[in-house]
């Protein structure tokens, strides 16, 4: 990254160059994209163009209108010319979801520093909330209502399983603020592990859950009556929710309650030397971090229109943790061009590998020894990679960095309010 | 007037007693100094009064009211703030967020406000940063300003420290050793700064300092502990003079030696 940045510094010093240069990668990795429509390399090229916007040097507000134009028009325009249209939107639907997760869990890690290795669960309770009552499980055990809700409901079950979401992270962090460290850990990763267990598991006494059978013909959205059923319109919700995170991850960043978490995470004893009481402000941290997966998960069951049990493994847990890890914790841009990368990684790249390796099994009758498939090669790669950066590069791909204030406002501002404090003890004393 | 009564106070790690029978009265607006050689209980009675720890026994009375039970922050909340003996400090926060975090009960900024962009919370957060510039103006850390707490030089970390107390208005601040390892013309500089702030704070200040020389120059009072005791208490001038004080620290004998 730091290359990247440098290579720029170099050659495109000047605002202007940059504009060029950037309206020329768009329009040429686009271009590709529209004359090899079948190519994952230039879809991939086309999506790169947001990381080199997040290193220009233009206005803040410029960056976000251009990113948002990227990402809602042009890359769903050109990818739609591809037979593979709702593949790119799959995956582009997929980094939507995992990166508010991500981003959600990065409030608990990066922020106020609590690890939980069971962060899935969030995302699997919201997930439930929205397919028991869009599909007929919910006339199963509900002595009330008629089941299954209309998918006009959709939009308030994003609301409700944020919810939920909140409710079960308080419930996770009442018992688990009482152990620290490698103790948290390990209840966390109890806890992920309990609800997946549960859900499985619930349908006896009272079937809620539909057990290990998982629910089946969860109803689609509905959005003033045209159902959402495609990839290419699921698209546009998760990048709504994700965007509408990020807004409020960055405003809680630098927030008195972003503070309060960065407190907690550095120095217990002070921060509540400071006045900052430590229950509810973990409990915060735990609330809103799983409240964005909640809301995911909502969106996910109506994607999938099936959920069960296997969606929630401790294995997803990890790839999360995994994504704020590899981007930077603490650090907004860094987590999610870490859930970008995984995910990418994991729906792309991986099943490249692993079609290439089939076709070399068939093509030369090579056996492909068990331990290459896909989901063991999988956790290989995760793992090294997870080596790698906690050798090399231990803060991720876009280190956190604080926020700088810009101090010549601020003397500005301080001999100007000192100024004001004087006029009103003279004018005090005239009168 | 006495705004802080502690009595009979008395702590135990297990069979140690590291402070026993402590009584004190710290009137309103004074300095007052507790010495002691190291492991007399200083610091465990200043982490008696901000709950840290809970007394084995005995009371602690703000303005009359207890304050044994609470917990730390709440006692910070009633108004007693605290530097550390082992800096703590927000490390991977910048010296302003530091100062901020001290601000923090005086800061009426709910997030949910800030979320939503309300007018008001943004002025409220505005002028906290500009109150937390003069702050650091007044400790000398203006330089410092968007600098990572963590990579301070230890002077300046002490000076945070006190700047990040003072940001919480308390009306007891608790310094436990703000010179340690300064040079002297530091110290002499924080001497100054700690006499100045009693009246531009309008704070009582209870300090645990090893400087003698800082001590003398501006408590009003001193109680001296040795293994947990309290084994005198005086004026500047009567401490100096005091045969068990000196025994203390220079061990049985001295006094008859001399
Ligand atoms: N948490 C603790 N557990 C056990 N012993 C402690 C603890 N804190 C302090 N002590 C003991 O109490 C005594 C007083 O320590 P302290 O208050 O730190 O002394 P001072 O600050 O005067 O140097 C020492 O003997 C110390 O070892
Ligand atoms: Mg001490």
């Given at each position: 990254m730091t290359i990247l940045s440098a290579l720029f510094d170099k050659f495109a010093q000047s605002k202007k160059n940059q504009v060029i240069l950037f309206i020329a990668y768009v329009v040429l990795t686009g271009l590709g994209l529209f004359l090899l429509p079948d190519s994952t390399i230039a879809f991939l090229l086309l999506l790169f163009s947001i990381l080199i916007l997040y290193y220009l040097k233009f206005n803040l507000r410029v960056k976000w209108v251009t990113g948002i134009v990227i990402l809602a028009i042009i890359v769903p325009f050109i990818a739609s010319h591809s037979d593979s249209y709702q593949t790119y939107m799959e995956v582009g639907t997929l980094v939507g979801i995992y990166c508010a997760m991500a981003l959600g869990l990065n409030i608990v890690v990066g922020f106020a520093g609590l690890l939980d290795l069971g962060f899935i669960a969030f995302f699997a309770v919201g997930a439930y909330s929205y397919a028991i009552f869009a599909s007929g499980q919910a006339a199963k055990f509900m002595p009330f209502g008629h089941y299954p809700l209309p998918g006009g409901t959709f939009w308030i079950f994003i609301i409700i399983g944020a919810l939920v979401a909140s409710l079960f992270g308080i419930l996770l962090g009442i018992p688990v603020l009482r152990v620290r460290g490698d103790y948290l850990a390990i209840v966390t990763l109890g806890f992920g592990e309990i609800i997946r267990i549960l859900l499985n598991n619930m349908d006896h006494p009272l079937n809620i859950t539909n057990g290990s059978m998982g629910i089946a013909s969860i109803k689609p959205p509905n959005f003033f009556g045209i159902t959402i059923g495609n990839s290419s319109q699921f698209y546009y919700i998760a990048l709504g929710i994700f965007l509408v995170v990020i807004y409020v991850v960055r405003k809680l960043e630098d927030s008195k309650l972003g503070r309060s978490w960065k407190a907690v995470r550095d120095n217990e004893i002070a921060a509540q030397a400071m006045g900052i009481p430590l229950v509810k402000t973990k409990l915060a941290a735990f609330a809103i971090g799983a409240s964005f997966s909640g809301m995911m998960g909502v969106v996910f069951a109506a994607k999938q229109m099936f959920v069960d049990a296997t969606s929630f493994t401790y294995l997803e847990s990890t790839m999360v943790l995994v994504m704020v890890i590899l981007g930077g914790m603490g650090s907004v841009p860094g987590v999610i061009l870490g859930a970008a990368v995984v995910i990418i990684l994991r729906t792309q790249v991986l099943t490249n590998i692993s079609d290439w390796l089939s076709q070399m099994s068939t093509d030369y009758g090579i056996e492909i020894p068990a331990a290459l498939s896909p989901e063991k090669m999988q956790l290989l790669i995760f793992g090294l990679l997870l080596i790698i950066f906690a050798l090399y590069r231990t803060q991720g791909l876009i280190p956190h960095k604080n926020r700088k204030v810009d101090v010549e406002l601020l003397k500005k501002e301080s001999a100007a309010a000192a100024l004001d404090r004087e006029k009103v003890t003279s004018g005090g004393a005239d009168s | 007037m006495n705004i802080l009564e502690v009595k009979n106070l008395t702590k135990q790690f297990g069979g140690l007693t590291a402070t026993s029978d402590i009584t004190m009265n710290i009137e309103k607006n004074s300095i007052t100094a507790v010495i002691g050689p190291n492991g007399a209980g200083k610091t465990t009675f200043f982490n008696m009064i901000t709950a840290v720890y809970k007394p084995t026994s005995g009371d602690i009375l703000l303005n009359g009211k207890s304050l044994v039970g609470l917990k730390p922050h709440q006692v910070s909340?009633?108004?007693?703030?605290?530097?550390?003996?082992?800096?703590?400090?927000?490390?991977?926060?910048?010296?302003?967020?530091?100062?901020?975090?001290?601000?923090?009960?005086?800061?009426?900024?709910?997030?949910?406000?800030?979320?939503?962009?309300?007018?008001?919370?943004?002025?409220?957060?505005?002028?906290?940063?500009?109150?937390?510039?003069?702050?650091?103006?007044?400790?000398?850390?203006?330089?410092?300003?968007?600098?990572?707490?963590?990579?301070?030089?230890?002077?300046?970390?002490?000076?945070?420290?006190?700047?990040?107390?003072?940001?919480?208005?308390?009306?007891?601040?608790?310094?436990?050793?703000?010179?340690?390892?300064?040079?002297?013309?530091?110290?002499?500089?924080?001497?100054?700064?700690?006499?100045?702030?009693?009246?531009?704070?309008?704070?009582?200040?209870?300090?645990?300092?090893?400087?003698?020389?800082?001590?003398?120059?501006?408590?009003?009072?001193?109680?001296?502990?040795?293994?947990?005791?309290?084994?005198?208490?005086?004026?500047?001038?009567?401490?100096?003079?005091?045969?068990?004080?000196?025994?203390?620290?220079?061990?049985?004998?001295?006094?008859?030696?001399?």
């Open positions: - | 909340q009633f108004g007693i703030t605290r530097t550390f003996q082992n800096i703590r400090l927000f490390n991977d926060m910048t010296v302003l967020e530091n100062v901020l975090v001290g601000m923090h009960q005086n800061l009426k900024s709910h997030w949910v406000g800030t979320l939503l962009q309300l007018p008001h919370i943004r002025k409220i957060e505005e002028t906290a940063r500009v109150e937390a510039y003069d702050i650091l103006k007044y400790v000398g850390l203006e330089d410092y300003v968007n600098e990572n707490a963590g990579n301070l030089a230890y002077g300046a970390q002490r000076r945070l420290e006190i700047g990040r107390a003072m940001a919480a208005k308390p009306k007891i601040l608790l310094l436990d050793e703000p010179a340690a390892g300064m040079n002297p013309k530091e110290t002499e500089k924080l001497t100054n700064l700690i006499y100045d702030l009693r009246s531009k704070l309008d704070v009582t200040i209870i300090l645990i300092e090893h400087d003698m020389k800082l001590v003398m120059k501006i408590s009003d009072f001193i109680y001296v502990l040795d293994h947990g005791e309290l084994i005198a208490s005086g004026k500047p001038d009567e401490i100096r003079t005091n045969n068990r004080v000196i025994e203390a620290y220079l061990g049985k004998g001295a006094v008859a030696n001399d």
